[in-house]
């Protein structure tokens, strides 16, 4: 029998697999929305199976992942489910979707260019219109001489307003040392983000992706508000790390009050000590006091 466990909305879906994986369930979760219908197979937190719309594995996982509204329903995982799933981790799953969503918005914007294009040459290649007919030549008569134009008076010039003391200059510091990580690194940074904390966009990164800016932001602000519960014996939230499938690290640093550093890390080319004990306590002072003016 289904039980329903939740009505989706922004992320939550999101929050409903994480949960099934960490605490290792065994479970269908079904996920009825007005776009359609869909299930997801997981055996002891690892996701086997998913279809739906026609589609099965990665694909329906990522249908499923673009519904904001609806209802998830749980359920006893079937006998023999098979395993379609490429990615068992639901954070390499979603961060795939965060980079196919990106992708898709940028084949539409190119696709609006090149229709907008062709709009533009279509209207070149046609024939100019006709002139009008000219008309029929009238008497002369004549008219009286326009009097010269009265010199008006020249408004007294006004100095330019003051600009804002050090953004620009503080922004292209901040991307100068993104710059210096990624040499550090030597090929294993994926991705580099500053984040701001109240719009979960990317003010400065290297290959960003703006889903997964607000995927990081979003989940470093529920965990700091589960630590600050009464049960916690951590009330503060300085770093988080996330281990991925293939050896891949998310970490998300708090830089200040206004902005997150966040990093996706291949661990094959960058190894988690020197990431740990170097590149961060290095670099974190650096983008502090770049970030210290910034708006």
């Known amino acids: ?62 249908v499923m992942l673009g519904w904001r509204e609806g209802s998830v329903s749980s359920s006893k995982l079937p006998d023999n489910t098979p395993t379609t799933v490429r990615n068992s981790s639901i954070s390499a799953l979603l961060l795939e979707h965060a980079r196919r969503s990106d992708e898709s918005e940028r084949d539409a914007e190119r696709e609006r260019k090149r229709a907008a294009q062709q709009q533009r040459k279509a209207r070149r290649s046609q024939p100019p219109p006709a002139p009008p007919p000219a008309p029929p030549p009238r008497a002369t008569r004549r008219r009286p001489q326009p009097q010269p134009p ?75 508000t589960a630590m600050a519960s009464k049960e916690s014996p951590a009330k503060q939230l300085h770093k988080l790390i996330i281990e991925g499938e293939n050896n891949t690290y998310i970490f998300i640093i708090e830089i200040d009050k206004r902005h997150r550093w966040a990093m996706l890390v291949d661990g094959n080319r960058a190894a988690l000590g020197m990431v740990l004990a170097i590149v961060i306590p290095d670099f974190q002072p650096k983008l502090v006091d770049a970030l210290k003016h910034y708006s």
């Not at 009825?32 to 739906?52: D, K, Q, V």
């Not at 600009?163 to 690194?185: G, H, N, W």
């Not at 983000?193 to 602000?221: K, P, Q, V, W």
């Open 1 to 62: 029998m289904a039980t329903t466990i939740a009505q989706i909305g922004g992320f939550e879906l999101w929050d409903i697999l994480q949960l099934a994986q960490t605490s290792r369930m065994s479970i269908k979760l079904s996920v009825e929305s007005p776009y359609g219908t869909g299930s997801m197979f997981f055996e002891h937190g690892h996701l086997l199976h998913a279809e739906a719309e026609n589609k099965v594995g990665d694909e329906a996982v990522s």
């Open 150 to 224: 009265q010199p008006q008076p020249q408004p007294e010039p006004q100095s330019p307003p003051p600009q804002e003391e050090d953004s620009p200059m503080d922004l292209q510091a901040v991307k100068s040392i993104l710059e210096e990580i990624d040499e550090s690194l030597m090929g294993g940074l994926l991705g580099v983000d500053i984040i701001s904390r109240s719009t979960s966009m990317s003010i400065a990164g290297i290959n960003s992706s703006r889903h997964a800016c607000a995927l990081f932001n979003r989940m470093y602000e529920d965990l700091q």
